[in-house]
């Protein structure tokens, strides 16, 4: 099995995202992406504000934007092929991201099985020493050329 050119990642990641309403809503964007590892960033928005007294984006915002780097981390192993769903997501929120910052999702896909695909992923806003939230997931997958 060939691994996927950097052009031919890059494709993948932008077309992943273009098929996801969710994401186009969030304004979730693909910042990079190499095998196995993606990272993407979902600017500060009104409309995603969960507590309009302080300007926090909303925690499933968050959610949203790990559980959707992480599937793309899964796409982008080179053992994995087009199609992936997500069977668990733990969620550790450990403070607020900053009103009126980008939040940045950095997911690895580390370990996979015949079927199933292990990620790690961190939120972060401008304070990176700081993370905003931790995760950790099991993606389906099909192995590519399958």
């Not at 928005?45 to 926090?56: C, F, I």
Request: hydrophobic share 45%; net charge negative.
């Amino acid at each position: 099995m060939a691994e996927l050119s950097a052009e031919q990642m890059q494709k993948m990641g932008e077309t992943f995202l273009a098929h996801l309403p969710h994401a186009k809503a969030l304004g979730i964007r693909l910042v990079s992406i190499a095998p196995a590892r993606v990272e993407m960033a979902m600017p500060w928005a009104e409309h995603l504000v969960g507590d309009p007294e302080t300007g926090v984006i909303h925690g499933g915002a968050v959610s949203a934007l790990m559980d959707t780097c992480g599937g793309a981390a899964v796409l982008s192993h080179p053992q994995c092929g087009a199609h992936t769903a997500t069977i668990d997501l733990r969620i550790d929120y450990m403070r607020a991201a900053t009103p009126g910052q980008v939040v940045r999702a950095v997911a690895e896909c580390y370990h996979v099985t015949r079927s199933v695909a292990f990620v790690r992923a961190t939120a972060l806003d401008d304070d990176a020493e700081r993370p905003v939230a931790a995760a950790t997931a099991a993606f389906t997958f099909e192995k590519r050329g399958a």
